[in-house]
């Protein structure tokens, strides 16, 4: 066998040991399986509760994202409220992510002034890292913003994120924000990472709205916007239900509890859920626009009576790629 012909045979030897590596490779990466991760939105986390364990044990999940605390508007001043009570021990090997969540007047009330945004950031960062020790959480490598900011207030929300994240980092911390249908169509916020929030996609006061929870065609003209949305993002589906209460056919509000408002003669009082039709339609939605954003599957949120709605099976479904 001459010299020429040997080093040809090599070569398609190597060439057909590449394309095997990168075939391999490539059905590696299209099988890999999302970050299973849940939101705790309660103001008492109790991780030991029976049915809470026995959920985050058989779906495998990694990572909990766990709302310290809210900032609302109090005497004219952003300041925490209902902050979260932990009660017992995070399960081995699940990572608790810090949520605090900011309601849109609080952003109002920043406006175009920046030291304002830098005290309110390093206010949060630093209750937050407070929290964290005196609840013993243990370390924690990501903040979480969650924030339905409008055009109006996404000077002031940037303005507080920009200065958040650089705390963050100096803190060796990732800064993540919740990202809502409609801000798709807006800038980018400086965040690290951004989750889509698919839920509360309709109009819940419309008592002839049978799915306001989720209904991937309600956001279809935002969709649009997601390939192309340059923030990595993890997904986050809904697993809840509301009670809504109408009088006389018009919207009076949802029912956390029975002493919410006051029920009288004729009232309506309609259950709103999540289907499981309309959460996989909406999965399979967003794979095919944004297949990335699966990389990380998030439900919302870890309650008992939320987590009693589905079966295994249909967890798995959710929770597959």
């Known amino acids: 066998m001459n010299g020429k012909r040997l080093s040809v045979i090599c070569a398609l030897l190597l060439?057909?040991?590449?394309?095997?590596?990168?075939?391999?490779?490539?059905?590696?990466?299209?099988?890999?399986?999302?970050?299973?991760?849940?939101?705790?939105?309660?103001?008492?986390?109790?991780?030991?509760?029976?049915?809470?364990?026995?959920?985050?044990?058989?779906?495998?999940?990694?990572?909990?994202?766990?709302?310290?605390?809210?900032?609302v508007m109090t005497n004219g001043t952003p300041m925490p409220n209902a902050s979260v009570n932990v009660a017992g021990r995070v399960p081995k090997g699940v990572t608790l992510i810090p949520v605090v969540y900011i309601t849109n007047d609080c952003m109002m009330a920043i406006g175009q002034d920046h030291t304002e945004a830098k005290n309110l950031a390093e206010k949060i960062l630093q209750r937050v890292r407070q929290m964290t020790t005196t609840l013993q959480l243990g370390p924690t490598d990501e903040l979480q913003i969650d924030c339905d900011w409008t055009i109006s207030t996404r000077r002031a929300y940037f303005d507080f994120l920009s200065a958040l994240r650089d705390m963050a980092h100096e803190q060796h911390m990732q800064l993540s924000t919740t990202i809502r249908f409609h801000q798709l169509t807006q800038p980018v916020p400086p965040a690290d990472r951004g989750v889509l929030m698919a839920y509360n996609t309709g109009d819940?006061?419309?008592?002839?709205?049978?799915?306001?929870?989720?209904?991937?065609?309600?956001?279809?003209?935002?969709?649009?916007?997601?390939?192309?949305?340059?923030?990595?993002?993890?997904?986050?589906?809904?697993?809840?239900?509301?009670?809504?209460?109408?009088?006389?056919?018009?919207?009076?509000?949802?029912?956390?509890?029975?002493?919410?408002?006051?029920?009288?003669?004729?009232?309506?009082?309609?259950?709103?859920?999540?289907?499981?039709?309309?959460?996989?339609?909406?999965?399979?939605?967003?794979?095919?626009?944004?297949?990335?954003?699966?990389?990380?599957?998030?439900?919302?949120?870890?309650?008992?009576?939320?987590?009693?709605?589905?079966?295994?099976p249909d967890y798995e479904k959710i929770y597959h790629r």
């Not at 590596?21 to 109790?46: D, I, K």
């Not at 809904?238 to 006051?262: K, M």
């Open 15 to 71: 060439t057909s040991l590449l394309i095997v590596m990168l075939a391999g490779c490539g059905q590696r990466e299209s099988t890999a399986q999302p970050r299973r991760s849940v939101y705790c939105w309660q103001t008492t986390f109790t991780p030991n509760d029976s049915l809470v364990a026995a959920f985050i044990r058989h779906e495998h999940l990694t990572h909990i994202y766990l709302r310290y605390f809210d900032v």
């Open 204 to 312: 819940v006061r419309d008592i002839h709205n049978r799915f306001p929870i989720l209904n991937i065609a309600d956001v279809k003209p935002y969709l649009r916007f997601l390939a192309t949305y340059k923030l990595p993002l993890s997904t986050a589906y809904p697993i809840f239900s509301w009670r809504v209460l109408f009088r006389g056919g018009h919207f009076v509000g949802i029912l956390h509890s029975d002493d919410d408002y006051p029920i009288l003669p004729g009232d309506k009082v309609l259950s709103r859920s999540a289907d499981l039709r309309h959460i996989l339609e909406a999965h399979q939605t967003i794979s095919e626009l944004r297949p990335d954003a699966h990389n990380e599957i998030i439900l919302y949120d870890l309650q008992t009576n939320n987590i009693k709605r589905f079966q295994a």
